[in-house]
T-cell receptor, first 110, second 112 residues
């Protein structure tokens, strides 16, 4: 079993839709949770960072962590074509190494 | 802004060649990482380094080596390139305790 599971998609939504991206994990020691966005043929860039459980909002993006269920989510409101990318979840225990999901490819159709 | 620079965006090499991929970061980060990224497999850690001249094997070190002679620079070496090393290679760096990694733009390597 992988430490981090992420549905690879692909996911296609119309412009303006609410998008929900999710990851599950098995290691209860994870306490730092991140979402990266990767455009085609580019490196991943940090989108959201959360420590421990709870929600964090940044503009149209909301990151949610439920440690009791070992489940994290990224919500994108009013999705735009420019949101079309692969989204990677990542998490760590605080010991320098990150564990990544395989990524979900999202396409927002104008 | 953190900047992680990879020396090449695209490389084409022949089987058996020795290949050097260079990565430089400008934030005085202690930690540097090399990953490869393949469709359906996600990011896989090849090697990482916590300090100058220190290196640790990741999940898939076979066929690779690394060098970290200066804090800002971390090199990945393919001693004898093979076709199954055709991939996207990503360098990252991190510092402090929050484990956020900052990535370069990637090097797309084709081995023919």
């Amino acid at each position: 079993q992988k430490e981090v599971e992420q549905d690879p998609g692909p996911l296609s939504v119309p412009e303006g839709a609410i998008v929900s991206l999710n990851c599950t994990y098995s290691n209860s020691a994870f306490q730092y949770f991140m979402w990266y966005r990767q455009y085609s043929r580019k490196g991943p860039e940090l989108l959201m960072y959360t420590y421990s459980s709870g929600n964090k909002e940044d503009g149209r993006f909301t990151a949610q962590v439920d440690k009791s269920s070992k489940y994290i989510s990224l919500f994108i409101r009013d999705s735009q074509p420019s949101d079309s990318a692969t989204y990677l979840c990542a998490m760590s225990e605080g010991a320098n190494n990150l564990f990544f999901g395989t990524g979900t490819r999202l396409t927002v159709i104008p | 802004d953190v900047k992680v620079t990879q020396s090449s965006r695209y490389l084409v090499k022949r089987t058996g060649e020795k290949v050097f991929l260079e990565c430089v970061q400008d934030m005085d980060h202690e930690n540097m990482f090399w990953y490869r990224q393949d469709p359906g497999l996600g990011l896989r850690l090849i090697y990482f380094s916590y300090d100058v001249k220190m290196k640790e094997k990741g999940d898939i070190p076979e066929g690779y080596s690394v060098s970290r002679e200066k804090k800002e620079r971390f090199s990945l070496i393919l001693e004898s390139a093979s076709t199954n090393q055709t991939s996207m290679y990503l360098c990252a760096s991190s510092g402090g305790t929050r484990d956020i990694q900052y990535f370069g733009a990637g090097t797309r390597l084709s081995v023919l």
